[in-house]
């Protein structure tokens, strides 16, 4: 155990102010255990008290909040209507009050006060109906992290449109596989951006998918990087801004599409999963108030780009009056201790980034705590994979011992976590603390049966969740969504993830269940590969797959690709140092028969590797069929892959 709640707890948390306000109405609970029972089990009385804690307010208000708990085919709070924007733009007692807070490697910091971002959207608005923008309507953005983007959104939310982005870094292709499913009628974007000391022009890019967007009536351009080429046929975002106009928010139902996220698009078409106005502004209320504890004072800062679901989890910062911190930029420029200097900059209290980061800065040698001021610091979030129990250890040795550390596991499908952190419950190392509240989440083996503790399993939800996907676009009969999830375990969501929970209620998430690595029998989960390979000095990042025999009689072939330290090499020396360390954390059979060096490993922009692609392009896939390389950080890492299969 690395942390357990402090004395007190209970009276300074947020989640402490909500059990005090269920006991005024006669529900006490002991423990958390007990409370997140009740949440599960008693769905309509749970989100319901999140409605009235949280003071929802609905233009047409509640009935029943669930319509039947069939998944899928449930519905929440039919006949509600309300609108998202309106929570994130409450002015509050103080209007002066900062709520954005803005750094970019491609210029000045920028600060927005409440009543600043409340002009801004307002104006926004009124340019988005000037283009004639309204309820249903979708509005693009190619855009990066910037109170723009922020301001865009909320305005398109405002009026009932549809907001849909990705970030600059995707390619073209990417882009516009994710934006021709949606048909949007006007697009924003930058003209290009600056990534630590490269200067990157988009302008090519916004033409031709500009040309790949028939639906486009107008295009905003947001002018981001000096000497760019101008962009034709564009008006400004001066322009767009240029009138002042009074904030208004259009009623919507419950369910109405607030935006559409996509599957990471790694392996086909990426999915356009679309999330109601009603179901994101209560989940986010409880994860970023009850769990993440953040409230009015805090600065929330999570590294991320537009086009992963944190942004919409950061924006939502707003929704509990925390104010925002946005980057933009290379966060490893100029060194990796650039985002910790940001955190003492911008007073940050929760910080949050991928597991990676945390992973490269231990590795790195970074000391947080040495290289800034973080007085102010609560919290630290990680996501994006498993975080190892290293991992842990060196956040509570070189960031600060009284922090609350949560690592999280969650996903654009539902744009929130599952698992994760909450101030009433102890962080051990390597463990995730608890399941979340509303989140009825549990292990299920092959044949659908409940797993017992510490038995492995697929994470599965078992009751519905106000912000699974009101459905994909496009899918008129439910089918896809329908396939994505319920197919496996009908009327249970099968999330895609191995999961195990231990006697204390905490799980460790073992990787995608769908990249396992499964040898004789003995399963291991592609997260615990990595924590041992990439617990060696020597080796800075790995990538494994298991090819199966296609006779079915053999054991099949385990490959592993790494990528190695500076001033290290693969001799037979460190060979026998990775084979050593797995026969002896995880076991014999999982000895590699081969392994490769590459340059780097393939991962999506988000951060995830390419386990499944590079698995099929091993296996005869063709390369653009097994991955969209709009999709990746660096599309240059698949070659070594496509060479070796070449090869094979």
């Not at 005869?620 to 097994?626: E, H, K, L, R």
Request: hydrophobic share 40%.
């Amino acid at each position: 155990m690395l942390w357990s709640p402090p004395p007190g707890i209970r009276r300074r948390s947020r989640i402490g102010a909500y059990l005090g306000w269920l006991e005024h109405r006669g529900r006490s609970f002991a423990s958390y255990d007990d409370l997140w029972r009740w949440s599960v089990e008693d769905l309509e009385g749970f989100w319901g008290s999140v409605w009235e804690f949280f003071g929802v307010s609905a233009h047409r208000p509640p009935g029943p909040m669930l319509a039947g708990d069939s998944m899928p085919g449930a519905r929440w709070c039919p006949g509600v209507t309300l609108n998202y924007a309106e929570h994130a733009l409450r002015p509050g007692p103080d209007p002066g009050r900062v709520a954005v807070v803005a750094q970019s490697q491609s210029r000045g910091p920028v600060t927005w006060t409440v009543d600043e971002l409340r002009d801004q959207v307002g104006r926004a608005r009124r340019g988005l109906q000037r283009l004639g923008v309204g309820p249903g309507d979708r509005v693009a953005a190619y855009l990066p992290n910037i109170p723009e983007t922020l301001a865009a959104f909320l305005a398109t939310a405002s009026l009932g449109a549809i907001w849909s982005s990705c970030a600059p870094e995707f390619g073209t292709r990417s882009v516009i596989d994710r934006f021709s499913q949606v048909s949007p009628a006007v697009l924003l974007c930058v003209d290009g951006y600056r990534y630590g000391a490269a200067s990157v022009s988009r302008t090519a890019e916004v033409a031709a998918i500009r040309e790949a967007l028939p639906s486009l009536t107008a295009t905003v351009i947001v002018p981001y990087m000096a000497g760019a080429e101008a962009v034709p046929d564009a008006v400004s975002w001066s322009w767009l801004v240029g009138e002042a106009a009074p904030l208004e928010f259009t009623p919507v139902p419950f369910d109405h599409p607030l935006y559409v996220l996509y599957s990471s698009g790694t392996t086909g078409l990426p999915k356009p999963i679309v999330h109601g106005h009603g179901g994101i502004l209560l989940e986010h209320l409880k994860a970023l108030a009850l769990h993440a504890d953040l409230g009015a004072g805090d600065r929330f800062f999570w590294f991320t780009t537009t086009g992963w679901m944190m942004w919409n989890l950061l924006v939502s910062g707003l929704l509990v009056e925390s104010a925002v911190v946005l980057f933009d930029g290379n966060p490893g420029y100029p060194d990796l201790s650039a985002l910790w200097r940001l955190a003492e900059e911008t007073g940050t209290t929760y910080f949050g980034v991928s597991a990676p980061f945390l992973m490269s800065c231990r590795k790195a040698g970074v000391v947080p705590s040495s290289v800034a001021r973080l007085d102010a610091l609560r919290g630290v979030g990680s996501t994006g994979s498993p975080l190892p129990a290293e991992g842990f250890r060196w956040v509570y040795a070189s960031v600060g011992s009284d922090l609350l550390l949560a690592s999280v596991s969650g996903g654009t499908d539902v744009c929130t976590a599952f698992v994760g952190g909450c101030p009433l419950v102890p962080v051990y190392a390597g463990e995730i603390s608890c399941r979340y509240l509303g989140a009825a989440v549990a292990a299920f083996s092959a044949s659908g049966a409940p797993c017992g503790v510490g038995e492995q399993g697929e994470l599965v939800v078992t009751r519905p969740m106000p912000s699974m996907p009101v459905g994909f676009w496009g899918d008129e009969d439910g089918s896809r969504y329908q396939a994505a999830y319920f197919d496996e375990y009908p009327g249970v969501w099968r999330h895609g993830d191995w999961i195990t929970f231990t006697e204390r209620g905490t799980c460790v998430i073992s990787g995608r269940s769908d990249a396992t690595l499964n040898r004789g029998g003995v399963r291991v989960g592609t997260a615990e590969f990595y924590s041992v390979v990439e617990s060696l000095p020597e080796v800075a990042d790995s990538l494994v797959v298991h090819l199966e025999d296609p006779s079915g009689d053999g054991p099949g072939e385990l490959l592993l690709f790494v990528v190695v330290a500076p001033g290290a090499v693969l001799d037979e020396a460190l060979q026998g140092q990775i084979v050593a360390s797995i026969r002896a954390n995880l076991s014999p059979r999982h000895a590699p028969d081969q392994v490769y060096v590459v340059p780097a490993i393939p991962r999506t922009l988000s951060g995830k590797k390419l386990e499944v692609p590079v698995k099929r392009i091993l296996t005869g896939t063709a390369p653009d069929q097994a991955a969209s390389r709009g999709a990746l950080a660096d599309p240059g890492a698949l070659a070594p892959f496509e060479e070796l299969a070449r090869h094979r």
